[in-house]
């Protein structure tokens, strides 16, 4: 045994040296043309056949998208456009521009505007200055605000103010030509192309200076921009080259890099390490360490056909291509794969490892793959019998690769040689082989029935040798891994086994696992591995202690290992991706939205590359992973407000935040630009001066009716587990109080009192009068901000597709602060009318609804459901909800409601169905009634917390049952009997209404229609 370990020290410390050798060098050499997690973000935003010519972030954080059809900003949530009514010169964005001083600029067909606030400010360029020249980089801002324009003609200096204009007229001294690209460096010095010749304004000189000439007289330069080291990236409509700033009698060194022409539309543009992305019609060309990288439709863009990038803070490539919208590249610089599409027999990868010749090896559901550096293409192995699904690929320090395939048995191939040959591991008749393991002294370990097998191949001949194990460890030799070190492990149904200097061990669920039947096993150190259950819903790390006793610890979520990297560093496979797990048990998740080729990983396919990156298998490809391309942390999130509307005008900006007090209905807009996993982001917020506690939403909005006079802050704060949370967002202002509440009318009315009582009484019918005009006022203003967010909240899927009426998720979303509201009224009296306070729920069913669809099919009943909802929106105030509650049930929520006149309501829902036919369609019609249930909220009006928003729905549900059963095409409902409880404590359930009689039935019955048949 002593000498057994020695040789494997001696074979690890070789695999350690030869690691090092390699490392030391080049990097280990990977497959041409990997594929991405690239997402289309074109049919979200509504940009499904755009083209987007410029894109930039600003320093909020926020995306800003120039396309032929308009500006668009998004913010991680949803996208805001703008266009002329915004103050834009037109509606064909070329370039968007962030100044040194953060202000945003835009460039447009018909001229150049300024961001301010929610607008833009248009330039004006007067005849003297000539129009804006039509080029792709036509102006350029430095540092003090001073803009550098490029016109018909000539270059023309504009002060921030628009005051100082000083034009550099076509033929004065540095400008020759017109001016193709205008652009700025971090020192401040304007660059210039004017013809052949590239000039400049250094800061603080009232004139341009000729600095270097292209050499070929057909070409004018596209674009320029800044490149490290002082130089200045060059692109003509043909070439690419570097200009050395500090020698310009170098000339330019053109590329000789087979590089498509540059686009008629669009530009190129600087990732976040001033490496140049260059946008061609075909793909997106990256430069990166002296290297081109090459992305188009092939590595899982939309288009090849790109037009613009763009890498934000958090690292991620926005791609704009010609008509086909915009994509998002997480993971660019740490992920990639490679798929069927690229190669691979089979999209399934179920393990890989590297031989010393840097040949891949990839076991994929159909075939064993081989990628050879040599010839830089994927084979399938089809020789000597070793065809067909691979379930695990081995490496063993010898040079050997192993495979197992299913039903075939367990082949051998010497790696070391160009041209290896598959050899099939003699095995005993009976014995069919399902997992395999290697260990550092070159063995290969089987699992079997209640024993293992180790696999030697010396001399040229296979040896098997059988180990038994100890009728105790009976049923844990389904699984076999075996450690870096040698240390043998196994499992089974039974439990798991642990082989340890010929010693036997035995762990079970009376040890503390989750379950005896473990079905995946990875040891990744001589004391410890990871287990995997069949239906535990997580995994467990098994760590032996010296003295032989297990230490555990379980992970929520966690399927199974894959292998550790050189970081001690676990990655396995999690309920929703990847998991990469740390020595000290933190989690971090990888997803398709973080690059990750597909979600779904497999266990045991964990390579370590010799560089620390990282290979294993996916269900649709290949992955690879770079840990040392990882981007440092962006920090956490910011919160922006970017409305603050009080009736319909915007109060963000304003200096006095003074709202009168027919404007107090106040709705709150703000975002979290977080581009990667912005799903994952979660908000609170309050109204200070209202509330005392957050409420935590995925939504970006908060909305708050009828506030009373009074001080308030609103504040919000976002964040994700992941990147913690923000700083609080806040807004304060002050909700003015009616002039009837002031001190000074207070006064007033105090000495019309005392001049007679008529006084008193034409003050108290006026000022209901007033009130009375408020409350239609603020209706008004409540039916309009309504319509406004159902459009919004169309996109959300908030509306029924058949009928366009709200659905319940609506319901949910917003009852709980219309009931709110009611309840608030009621308590707060003082602030609100003494009617028209109440929430009516009218549940609605069609009656004998079943024959019309067993009598002329569900066609002809769904036209009637539309036809319904029309009729019923005819009968609802603009105020009122019309829900479609399921089926042929419709729910109509009245809000400001009396509850004195539900039975009118309701005999108007009667009316609305009964009245007259319905048209099927086709000639046919049919008469068809309603049953309707309706119940109060609050129920008792002096005990606003009686009953929930749940119970009340339930009385009218109860209503209507009481309905149908009296014969239907009838309204009941349900208000309390009266005004107080006979019991101390609230009531909490209908039953504890119905014992105590404290329900009051209200019939409404409708005009008799010819109707029967069956629900």
């Not at 067909?109 to 003297?128: N, Y």
């Not at 080029?135 to 605000?145: H, I, L, N, T």
């Not at 001080?711 to 609080?728: E, V």
């Not at 406004?788 to 009928?803: C, G």
Request: with cysteine; aromatic share 8%.
């Amino acid at each position: 045994m002593f000498c057994l370990r020695l040789h494997a020290l001696r074979a690890v410390l070789c695999l350690l040296c030869a690691s090092a050798g390699v490392s030391a060098s080049n990097p280990p050499p990977i497959p041409d043309h990997p594929h991405y997690a690239i997402q289309h973000f074109g049919e979200r935003f509504g940009l499904g056949s755009a083209t987007v010519l410029s894109m930039a972030q600003d320093k909020q954080g926020f995306l800003w998208i120039g396309t032929q059809t308009g500006l668009f900003r998004y913010d991680g949530n949803g996208v805001t456009r703008f266009g002329r009514a915004e103050g834009l010169p037109g509606e064909l964005v070329e370039l968007i521009l962030v100044a040194p001083d953060g202000e945003l600029w835009v460039r447009a067909r018909k001229g150049i505007a300024r961001r301010v606030q929610e607008r833009f400010e248009p330039i004006v360029l007067t005849p003297a200055v000539g129009a804006l020249h039509d080029s792709y980089q036509s102006f350029a801002v430095d540092s003090a605000g001073t803009l550098y324009i490029s016109t018909q003609n000539g270059l023309l200096r504009l002060s921030r103010d628009q005051i100082q204009r000083q034009l550099f007229p076509i033929g004065s001294r540095g400008v020759p030509a017109a001016v193709d690209a205008v652009v700025r460096t971090d020192d401040d010095v304007v660059w210039f192309a004017s013809g052949r010749q590239i000039g400049r304004i250094r800061r603080g000189e009232s004139s341009p200076e000729t600095f270097a000439s292209l050499d070929w007289d057909d070409d004018h330069v596209v674009a320029l921009l800044p490149a490290p080291q002082s130089r200045l990236w060059v692109r003509t409509p043909t070439r690419l080259g570097l200009l050395n700033l500090h020698r310009p009698a170098a000339g330019i060194w053109w590329m000789t890099d087979d590089i498509p022409a540059a686009n008629s539309v669009g530009g190129p543009s600087l990732d976040g390490h001033g490496d140049i992305l260059l946008p061609t019609s075909q793909g997106l060309y990256w430069r990166s360490a002296k290297h081109w990288r090459l992305i188009n439709h092939k590595s899982g863009l939309t288009s090849s056909a790109t037009a613009s990038a763009l890498e934000d803070r958090e690292g991620g490539i926005w791609i704009g291509t010609t008509g086909a919208g915009l994509d998002y590249w997480p993971g660019s610089k740490q992920w990639s794969g490679w798929t069927d599409a690229e190669g691979l027999p089979d999209a399934l990868v179920l393990g890989v490892v590297r031989d010393s010749r840097q040949r891949l090896w990839v076991a994929t559901n159909t075939a064993l793959a081989v990628w050879d550096p040599e010839d830089r293409e994927w084979r399938t192995w089809t020789e000597g019998g070793a065809t067909g699904g691979v379930s695990q690929v081995k490496y063993t320090p010898d040079g050997a690769v192993w495979a197992l395939f299913p039903g075939k048995g367990i082949y051998r191939f010497d790696a070391k040689l160009a041209h290896p040959r598959a050899e099939l591991v003699p095995v005993s008749a009976g014995w069919k082989p399902s997992r395999i393991a290697a260990a550092p002294d070159n063995a290969i370990w089987a699992d079997g029935f209640d024993m293992l097998h180790a696999i030697r191949h010396e001399n040229g001949h296979f040896s098997v040798s059988e180990v038994l194990a100890p009728s105790a460890n009976s049923g844990t030799t389904s699984n076999v891994s075996v450690s870096p070190e040698g240390v043998v492990w196994s499992s089974g149904p039974s439990g798991v086994s642990r082989l340890f200097r010929g010693h036997w061990q035995l762990f079970r669920k009376q040890e503390g696992l989750l379950a005896d039947k473990v079905v995946d096993l990875k040891a990744v150190r001589d004391d410890e591995a990871w287990l995997g259950y069949a239906d535990e819903g997580q995994m467990t790390r098994l760590r032996v202690a010296s003295d032989g006793t297990p230490e555990l610890l379980n992970v929520k979520k966690g399927m199974c290992a894959m292998g550790m990297d050189s970081r001690h560093r676990v990655w396995a496979e999690v309920e929703d991706g990847v998991g990469m797990i740390s020595p000290d048990a933190r989690i971090r998740t990888f997803k398709q939205t973080d690059g990750l080729i597909w979600n779904d990983v497999n266990c045991d396919s964990l390579w370590q590359e010799s560089d620390g990156s990282i290979l294993f298998g996916t269900s649709k490809g290949l992955a690879r992973y770079d840990s040392n391309q990882e981007e440092p942390a962006l920090g956490r999130p910011s919160v922006v407000l970017t409305a603050a509307m009080f009736g319909k005008h915007d109060h963000l900006a304003d200096a006095s935040r003074k709202i009168r007090y027919y404007d107090n209905t106040f709705l709150a807009r703000f975002a979290t630009p977080v581009f990667h996993d912005p799903d994952g982001i979660t908000c609170r917020y309050r109204l200070a001066g209202l509330e005392p506690d957050f409420t935590e939403t995925s939504l970006r909005e908060a909305r708050y009716s009828s506030l009373p006079a009074g001080d308030y802050t609103f504040q919000a704060i976002c964040g994700s587990p992941g990147l913690g949370q923000s700083n609080m967002a806040s807004y304060s202002f002050t909700v003015l109080a009616p002039w009837w509440a002031t001190w000074w009318a207070r006064s007033i009315g105090t000495l019309l009192i005392g001049l007679g009582i008529w006084a008193a009484l034409w003050s108290q019918k006026e000022r209901a009068r007033r009130e009375k005009e408020r409350l239609e006022r603020a209706v008004a203003e409540r039916s309009a901000e309504l319509a406004q967010a159902n459009r919004e909240l169309q996109q959300a899927s908030l509306s029924d597709p058949l009928t366009g009426v709200r659905n319940r998720r609506f319901f949910q979303s917003t009852i709980l602060a219309d009931a709110s509201q009611a309840v608030r009224a009621y308590r707060t009296g003082e602030h609100y009318s003494h009617d028209h306070r109440d929430l009516i729920f009218f549940l609605i069913d069609i009656d004998h609804f079943k024959d019309v669809n067993d009598q002329h099919g569900h066609d002809a009943g769904d036209r009637m459901l539309v036809e319904i909802a029309q009729r019923l929106n005819r009968v609802v105030r603009e105020s009122d909800f019309l829900i479609r509650w399921g089926g042929e049930e419709f729910l109509v929520v009245c809000r400001s409601a009396e509850r004195d006149d539900s039975p009118m309501m309701a005999g108007r829902i009667l009316r609305a169905i009964g009245g007259m036919e319905f048209d099927l369609g086709n000639d046919r019609r049919m008469n068809r009634t309603c049953s309707v249930g309706w119940a109060p909220l609050p129920w008792l009006p002096m005990e606003c917390a009686e009953l929930s928003v749940d119970e009340v729905l339930r009385l009218a549900d109860r209503g209507l049952y009481l309905a149908k059963q009296r014969g239907r095409n009838q309204a009941v409902g349900l208000v309390p009997s009266t005004s107080k409880p006979t019991r101390p404590g609230n009531y909490s359930r209908l039953e504890q209404l119905l014992e105590d009689k404290m329900i009051k039935e209200i019939p409404t019955f409708g005009e008799r229609a010819a109707v029967a048949g069956s629900d």
